[in-house]
């Protein structure tokens, strides 16, 4: 049984990156400086959620409004600063993209990186290795390094790895937004037979059509909060409704 | 997330046993990426200390009238122990910015990346120790005996000690990013400081012995080189402090892989 259960998370990022010795010498010599270093940016405010197997749930809303973190949240990249986040289940994910790749590597060491970095054994990646190739389509590209490929051909290696392994969790940030007409067709009808097995879906989206076609759930996410949770035809509707009435 | 309350050892074991495919394959293409494309490939790992080896060997030998025939393959059997410590702990600075594609596409974690880094010199050195032991079989077999075979636990114990200088120099790099430049300007001093290109009794001599009697280096360079020399063994005392040191510097460095095993990936 797999699920997905948020209780009270949040999640804080501290624009303060680096601690140089500059900051450090000068912070003492005014009682500005700490609060102008405090800047804060909550990008999880105090979220409760569950999800559970067979929910396909579209991701919406602004740039900036928490979607990615989210998704990173769940997969355990990120850890929140106060509340809980408990997964069951396997997850494969797919991230933002460009990076996690090997770019003097080919693409069929990249495959098997990439299995590898899911968490699969050598023999359990190898066997899956040609059918990976075939569906990404890119043929003879597998044998060319993979700082040659174009974004498009990079999401396809990313997207054939990442939903090769069954997982009981999928998790795809913008997953198809540089693929072609024909490789977006293809990687839907993936995306539906994988989550046919009642497994659980979460995409991150700006295309309304696809949370509509793929998913039955559609959270609006905002500054982090939760704004809107239900069908996918409702809050993809008010949601556009929001977005037009501030132009 | 589980709170755990494990042992951290043990969730340094697990996090790096999980990632043990991972890390062999980064491991094979980082030693294979690193002279890419150069004519002498991995060699390079060899001729360099043994160029730098010959090069102060043969200068001293002209200054100081020492045989550069003893005075070769010891610094040569200095600087590869030195080059492998000084060399992680600075590559180590930067590995988990580096890494960052695996960090942040996937659930691999960071505590592994110190451990890649550090694996990664030690290959160099043992291919730079065998080339030691081909030369040294050369110009001095009479010297080749079971001696030499201590130098694996000395290896041992300096693999124990640069690993955890690997594990505190990447956690520290990353919330304080001017430590890998003044680490570099302090391991630059340790070179000279620490009896690498000269003899201890030099200090001796002159009342120093105090410099590299405190010093950590001297005691893991001491219990790789001197085996590996064939002539003398370092005392029972030099393997107990090295011990120590190793453990205690490996205890620092998991503790703070583990403690910071959630904040490292903000900060990349």
């Given at each position: ?247 | ?8 050892f043990?969730?340094y074991c697990s996090e790096i046993y999980r990632n043990r495919y991972l890390l062999k394959v980064l491991v094979?293409?980082d ?57 992680t702990?600075?590559a180590s600075?930067?590995c988990f910015?580096?890494a960052?594609?695996y ?5 691999v974690g960071t505590m592994f990346f110190p451990l890649r880094t550090t694996l990664t010199s030690f290959v ?35 693999f124990a000690f640069t690993l955890g200088l690997s594990n505190i120099t990447s956690v ?78 490996l205890?620092?460095g998991v503790?703070?892989q583990v ?10």
């Amino acid at each position: 049984m797999s699920k997905i259960d948020i209780k009270n998370a949040n999640l804080i990022f501290s624009t303060k990156k680096d601690r140089s010795l500059k900051n450090i010498l000068v912070a003492g010599k005014s009682g500005f400086t700490e609060l102008s270093n405090s800047g804060e940016v909550h990008a999880i405010n105090d979220m409760t959620l569950s999800i559970t197997e067979g929910e396909r749930v579209a991701i919406i809303g602004h740039n900036g409004a928490g979607k990615s973190t989210f998704l990173r949240m769940v997969s355990g990249i990120y850890t929140p600063t106060s509340g809980t986040v408990e997964v069951e289940g396997d997850i494969s994910g797919m991230y933002e993209f460009a990076t996690g790749f090997e770019m003097e590597q080919n693409g069929w060491d990249n495959i098997y990186i990439r299995g590898l970095m899911l968490g699969l054994t050598p023999g359990q990646i190898i066997p899956k290795m040609r059918e990976i190739a075939e569906f990404s389509e890119l043929g003879n590209y597998l044998n060319v390094p993979v700082k040659y490929y174009s974004s498009g051909m990079l999401i396809r290696l990313a997207f054939s790895v990442s939903t090769s392994i069954n997982p009981d969790i999928l998790l795809l940030d913008e997953a198809l937004s540089a693929g072609d007409a024909a490789f977006i067709g293809k990687a839907n009808q993936r995306m539906k037979d994988m989550v046919e097995n009642s497994k659980i879906l979460v995409l991150v989206t700006h295309s309304m059509g696809a949370a509509l076609e793929l998913c039955n759930r559609c959270i609006w996410l905002d500054k982090g909060t939760i704004m809107m949770d239900g069908a996918p035809a409702l809050v993809t509707s008010e949601y556009m409704r929001s977005v037009g009435s501030a132009i | 997330m589980k709170t755990s309350k494990d042992n951290m050892f043990k969730i340094y074991c697990s996090e790096i046993y999980r990632n043990r495919y991972l890390l062999k394959v980064l491991v094979q293409r980082d030693i294979l990426m690193k002279y890419r494309r150069s004519a002498l490939g991995i060699l390079w790992s060899v001729l360099t200390p043994l160029g730098l080896a010959i090069v102060v060997g043969s200068v001293y030998a002209v200054l100081f009238g020492m045989s550069p025939k003893l005075l070769i393959p010891l610094i040569f059997a200095s600087i590869n122990p030195w080059g492998f410590m000084s060399g992680t702990a600075d590559a180590s600075t930067g590995c988990f910015l580096n890494a960052e594609g695996y960090i942040k596409q996937s659930s691999v974690g960071t505590m592994f990346f110190p451990l890649r880094t550090t694996l990664t010199s030690f290959v160099n050195l043992l291919y730079s120790t065998l080339t030691f032991f081909v030369i040294y079989l050369i110009i001095q077999p009479n010297l080749f005996g079971w001696k030499m075979l201590l130098c694996i636990p000395g290896l041992i114990i300096m693999f124990a000690f640069t690993l955890g200088l690997s594990n505190i120099t990447s956690v520290v790099n990353i919330f304080f990013r001017d430590f890998a430049p003044i680490q570099s300007l302090l391991l630059q001093g340790l070179f000279y400081a620490t009896p690498i290109i000269y003899d201890a009794s030099i200090l001796d001599e002159r009342g120093y012995s105090i410099f590299y009697k405190i010093n950590p280096f001297y005691y893991m360079i001491e219990v790789v080189r001197r085996p590996m020399l064939g002539e003398t063994l370092p005392g029972v005392e030099c393997y107990l402090i090295s011990i120590i040191l190793a453990f205690f510097v490996l205890t620092v460095g998991v503790f703070l892989q583990v403690k910071y095993r959630h904040k490292i990936v903000f900060q990349i």
